[in-house]
């Protein structure tokens, strides 16, 4: 159970382009999904928290009308990068929370973006 | 803002032997998890700790959650190969979010 999944898994894209990321949970509903960017050898940095069915917090210093985000259902979130550029290029990954534990999170395989 | 202290960054060791690592922070963390992330791939969950003192084992794993609430330490026994990987260990709140330790990077020799 508590599995997430992500697609595309890599995209390379075009300097200018928007790039759409699908973050599903695939066998539970998750009101809360969090999006994170995560450069080589280094940790994960929360971009912001999607919230089923309202907007989404963004963290301070993340671009909301560059990072766009929906949470249209219990289970999908979409993250959308707007006129990317080549700094855009990163790991993006989404977690879900189940539910049945307060903060326990559950990640999504990651999405490889490289902005040429 | 809330910051995780994780040491050691790395650590190169022969199979067979254990590994310890931890996290400190200067706040309080309601929950404490670790987690496992290997090239190209997202973390996956390790182990969850919910109340200060808990002490849990996930097979070889064995995580603690540090009475002042504060820390959290992740020991592997008897490492083998497929150990390798960056571990994460991560505080999380009342409102749901996570902050993440700079990760220690395990490398196993066989």
């Known amino acids: 159970g508590a599995v997430v999944s992500q697609h595309p898994s890599w995209v390379i894209c075009k300097s200018g382009t928007s790039v759409k990321i699908e973050c599903r949970s695939l066998d539970f509903q998750a009101t809360t999904m969090f999006w994170y960017r995560q450069f080589p050898k280094q940790s994960l940095m929360l971009m912001a928290t999607s919230n089923e069915g309202s907007k989404a917090t963004y963290e301070q210093g993340v671009e909301k009308d560059k990072f766009l985000i929906n949470h249209a259902s219990l289970t999908l979130s979409t993250l959308t990068v707007t006129s990317a550029h080549p700094e855009d290029s990163s790991f993006y990954i989404c977690?879900?929370?189940?539910?049945?534990?307060?903060?326990?999170?559950?990640f999504g395989p990651g999405t490889r973006l490289t902005v040429l | 803002g809330q910051q995780l202290n994780q040491s050691p960054q790395s650590m190169f060791i022969q199979e067979g032997e254990d590994v310890s690592m931890n996290c400190t922070s200067s706040s309080i963390f309601n929950t404490w998890l670790w987690y496992k992330q290997e090239p190209g791939e997202g973390p996956v969950l390790l182990i969850a700790?919910?109340?200060?003192?808990e002490l849990t084992s996930n097979g070889r794993l064995t995580a603690q959650f540090g009475i002042t609430r504060k820390d959290s330490f992740l020991n592997i026994s008897a490492s083998i190969p497929s150990d390798v990987g960056i571990y994460f260990c991560?505080?999380?709140?009342?409102?749901?979010?996570?902050?993440f330790g700079q990760g220690t990077i395990l490398t196993v020799h066989p």
């Open positions: 700790l919910y109340k200060a003192g």
């Open positions: 991560a505080g999380g709140t009342s409102y749901g979010k996570l902050t």
């Open positions: 977690s879900a929370r189940s539910g049945r534990a307060d903060n326990e999170q559950f």
